[in-house]
């Protein structure tokens, strides 16, 4: 019986199907986890800013700023980075370094499985953290145990990877909203840096987690911007190059951080101790910045609204931009636990803010547009670093000027450093992450681009005997799609085949017709994507996919393994060959 081809391929923009709605129920639970982990994270570093220094169990704001312990505000931060160690070597080595480094390491290698130890040791390793003073802010932690939360809960359910993965990064995204207040930043960060894809089955299910997310944060933590920000705007004619210009700077800067920041890394696993002790050794370094200016001390929240109200003086700005670098570079080059996102808002901002002396307008503009910049050149995500500086504080007509300095940053940072500050470190870890999403060249090819048309069959009326003889002394490929009198698919036959007719004294006189099976034969039409027909070749270990007409049944070409690289190849011509194009033809 000839081999019925399969069903014509349901070609479509996108690959959405019902799972996706699953995925976007349960991102509601996922999305209202998110918010609530924020809420005890930071109600978990506001009580250990209060243990560490002022001696009261309180979950009350709490300003380091505001203490007076003289000389013991070096010895704080040592004992925060103790703690921490102790509980890297003891708990779980998952909650040293910033959390979103981690998180992108689960999602591409980890099947995006986060254990549960790390969901609980993350958020109380970060409270000690940057309760002790450690120069961190509560991001890194909570898209760490936001993400953690979600890939718990998907772990629950029969799901695949990739549906882990929209999971893990629905409650990234959900924990980062909750805390900042930037639903439309949380969004761009996970298709920027987490996603690594961009489709509706990821797509939806993280939108829908943020904006609960969203919803749920005036109940926990409190509406509007975080960092609100209400001033005029220079005229933007003129602005938006002096914006581009301050990108470019804060793109040098971030360059330089990122690099200081491993080469700091690198000192440390010389040491001739155990990394257990590194957060404690760091520690001091902190605590000597902490005498120099209590400002460089803890998430420094206060500090960025300070920044942008241009209510700092110009040494307190300086001593900011080079105290708070040194601090914040030495401590996460230890392996401690905390974010990078305040840090770099504080240090773009100070960059801006100085610059702001110069230029026309109120300085905390020009603190918000080197914010946008420099979370553009170390994390590689401009969109994010736009976005997120205007959401953060309200000024939203800013948004011409922070996209100029983020597309400036961004463009300074992927010609100078090869990795961002986050997929740095998992390079080290021997593992390169590419960060560019293109079309898959198969995707966007058919069957009938890249076949043998017209492809060497062998008759089922062959008999065994015959087919053996051929595969022996005429045979050029390793199977040969076998049809009827009409040309019709019956099957598959290989050299593979023959020999284990031959091995089985299968009788000579057999008519392949009477040997093949078209049961398990995988068939393509003219218009499968070349990609469907790749999945073919994996799923079934068959080299070469019969292409078939579906009206007749014909066999009017095949794919192999070698036609599949041409589309590669193609891909490849199309990126690097340069050409001259002359005008249309019949053009003067």
Known sequence: MPATPAAAPKLADHSADRRMLLLAAMALVVGAGGAVGAWALLKLIALATNLFWFGRFSTAHAAITDASVGLAVVAIPVVGGLLIGLMARFGSDKIRGHGIPEAIEAILYGQSRLSPKVAILKPISSAISI??????????????????????????????AAERKTLLVAGAGAGMTAIFGTPLAAILLALEVLLFEWKPRSFVPVLVAVLVAMGCR???????????????????????????????????EATLLSNLLYRIEDLFHRLPVHWMWWPALGAIVVGLGGLIDAHVLGAGYGTI???????????????????????????????????????????????GALAGQLWLGHPGVWALVGMAGILSGAMRAPLTGALFAVEVTGLFEALPLTVASAGAAYAVSVLLMRRSILTEKIARRGRHIRQEYVVDPMDLMQARDLMTADPATLPGTMTAGDALRYFADEARHRSYPVVDGEGRLLGLVSRSDALDWRVSDMPTDSSLADLVSDAAQPVAQAETPVGQVADMIVESGIGRIPVVDPATRRVIGILSRHDLLKARRAHRRAETERTRTAGPAGEG
Do not use: C, H, Y
């Not at 003086?313 to 080059?333: H, I, N, S, Y």
């Open 305 to 351: 609204q300070a920044l942008l109200d241009n209510g700092l003086a110009t040494r307190v700005v300086v001593a900011l931009l080079l105290v708070k670098g040194v601090v914040w570079l030495v401590a996460l080059g230890s392996g401690t636990s905390g974010g990078i996102l305040a840090p770099l808002l504080i240090l773009g901002g100070a960059a």
């Open 131 to 160: 309760g002790s003073g450690g120069p961190f802010g509560a991001e890194g932690p909570i898209i760490m145990t936001g993400g953690a939360l979600g890939s718990l809960f998907a772990q629950r359910f029969r799901l695949s």
């Open 218 to 252: 005036p109940l926990l933590i409190g509406a509007g911007p975080m960092f609100p920000l209400a001033v005029a705007l220079p005229d933007l004619e003129s602005a938006l190059g002096i914006a581009a210009v301050l990108g470019v700077a804060v793109g040098l």
